[in-house]
């Protein structure tokens, strides 16, 4: 490969320049004293030959490769996440720039030898990510150079780009609270674990802390919580009919992921009562499950895609230890309604 790749000296040749005066017109250097038709001669020479810049002789030169190692432990293989990968191919590519993407699923002995690998091909810097929002250790490898955490943070006070989780809490709540219910919104997935460890969960505090603020702003109380084992359907199902076994039956529900409200719908299904015209439901993440439901489901969903952009664009502007929060719309869909009287 490249033995018949038109070279500099060929274009130059082609346009009737010297090499330097065709790299100074290739590369946009301006005071080059050439003509505009020397100018167009250079352009069509390298178009006619297909020339194509050496990218690892300009690295020599200039110490950037325009290449960013994008890894991560089981993000590019989790159809969920994605979006995170796509956002930043999107931003790398715009920016001229190549994403090597890496998946250590956890080792820790593979995730040195790729760090080391994509070091050693001299990468402009290093985007961290995490498939779940958590606080996590950064490799000593990649920390003398530009790093960026993406959905993640560290106690290494790095760059790191979240999701806004607590204004999604607001926003979740303020859903039910302006559609009138009030004294009967009843809460499933408290976990202890989630709430308190960082490392396992940044998203259940903030959630959490989202929620109770909005309700405090609006002097309104939760009916109830239930507290889940872990966020998967199974354990809102066994919440909701536990809830609907008490006498006081809400009126509305938050979850505090889309499975959890997955197995709520089940129990309500099985308890003959209907979603949203006897208990409305919320929800985070927008799963993908979310819109199959039926009716489709409320919920605040990931920004994925402008997650992984913003990691690309702090990584190669800059971009303080300050956590870059981005807002988590609000699907909105048929699963939420006036609470019957």
């Given at each position: 490969?490249?033995?018949?790749?038109?070279?500099?000296?060929?274009?130059?040749?082609?346009?009737g320049?010297?090499k330097?005066?065709?790299?100074?017109?290739?590369?946009?250097?301006?005071?080059?004293?050439?003509?505009?038709?020397?100018?167009?001669?250079?352009?069509?020479?390298?178009?006619?030959?297909?020339?194509?810049p050496?990218?690892?002789?300009?690295?020599?030169?200039?110490?950037?490769?325009?290449?960013?190692?994008?890894?991560?432990?089981?993000?590019?293989?989790?159809?969920?996440?994605?979006?995170?990968?796509?956002?930043?191919?999107?931003?790398?590519?715009?920016r001229?720039?190549?994403?090597?993407?890496?998946?250590?699923?956890?080792?820790?002995t593979?995730?040195?030898?790729?760090?080391?690998?994509?070091?050693?091909?001299?990468?402009?810097?290093?985007?961290y990510?995490?498939?779940a929002t958590?606080?996590?250790?950064?490799?000593?490898?990649?920390?003398?150079?530009?790093?960026?955490?993406?959905?993640?943070?560290?106690?290494d006070?790095?760059?790191?780009?979240?999701?806004d989780?607590?204004?999604?809490?607001?926003?979740?709540?303020?859903?039910?609270?302006?559609?009138?219910?009030?004294?009967?919104?009843?809460?499933?997935?408290?976990?202890?674990l989630?709430?308190?460890?960082?490392?396992v969960?940044?998203?259940?505090r903030?959630?959490?802390?989202?929620?109770h603020?909005?309700?405090?702003?609006?002097?309104?109380?939760?009916?109830t919580?239930?507290?889940?084992?872990?966020?998967?359907?199974?354990h809102?199902?066994?919440?909701?009919?536990?809830?609907?076994?008490?006498?006081?039956?809400?009126?509305?529900?938050?979850?505090?992921?889309?499975?959890l409200a997955?197995?709520?719908?089940?129990?309500?299904?099985?308890?003959?009562?209907?979603?949203?015209?006897?208990?409305?439901?919320?929800?985070?993440?927008?799963?993908?499950?979310?819109?199959?439901?039926?009716?489709?489901l409320?919920?605040?969903?990931?920004?994925?895609?402008?997650?992984?952009?913003?990691?690309?664009?702090?990584?190669l502007?800059?971009?303080?230890?300050?956590?870059?929060?981005v807002?988590?719309?609000?699907?909105?869909r048929?699963?939420?309604a006036?609470?019957?009287?």
């Amino acid at each position: 490969m490249g033995r018949n790749r038109a070279t500099l000296a060929d274009v130059a040749r082609r346009a009737g320049l010297s090499k330097t005066a065709a790299s100074m017109v290739l590369n946009g250097r301006e005071g080059t004293r050439l003509s505009a038709e020397a100018h167009q001669r250079v352009f069509a020479a390298a178009e006619e030959l297909g020339y194509r810049p050496n990218l690892a002789a300009r690295s020599l030169r200039t110490r950037k490769t325009a290449t960013i190692a994008f890894v991560s432990d089981i993000v590019a293989t989790t159809r969920f996440a994605g979006g995170l990968i796509r956002g930043a191919l999107d931003a790398a590519r715009e920016r001229d720039h190549v994403l090597l993407i890496t998946e250590t699923q956890g080792d820790a002995t593979f995730e040195q030898y790729a760090i080391e690998a994509m070091l050693d091909r001299q990468v402009d810097g290093v985007i961290y990510a995490a498939m779940a929002t958590r606080r996590l250790t950064v490799p000593a490898a990649i920390l003398g150079g530009p790093v960026v955490l993406l959905n993640a943070t560290s106690p290494d006070d790095l760059p790191c780009v979240l999701p806004d989780d607590e204004r999604a809490g607001r926003t979740v709540t303020t859903a039910l609270l302006d559609q009138g219910h009030r004294d009967r919104i009843a809460l499933i997935g408290r976990n202890r674990l989630k709430e308190d460890d960082a490392e396992v969960s940044l998203a259940a505090r903030a959630r959490l802390r989202g929620v109770h603020q909005a309700l405090a702003a609006a002097g309104v109380d939760l009916l109830t919580e239930c507290f889940c084992a872990e966020w998967l359907p199974e354990h809102g199902y066994a919440a909701m009919r536990t809830l609907l076994s008490r006498p006081a039956r809400p009126t509305a529900i938050i979850c505090m992921n889309d499975r959890l409200a997955f197995g709520a719908y089940q129990a309500l299904a099985e308890a003959g009562l209907t979603v949203p015209d006897d208990i409305s439901v919320v929800s985070f993440d927008d799963d993908p499950i979310a819109a199959w439901l039926r009716p489709g489901l409320s919920t605040t969903a990931l920004p994925h895609e402008q997650m992984g952009r913003r990691a690309v664009e702090i990584l190669l502007d800059g971009g303080d230890a300050e956590p870059s929060l981005v807002p988590m719309p609000l699907r909105r869909r048929r699963s939420v309604a006036t609470p019957a009287e």
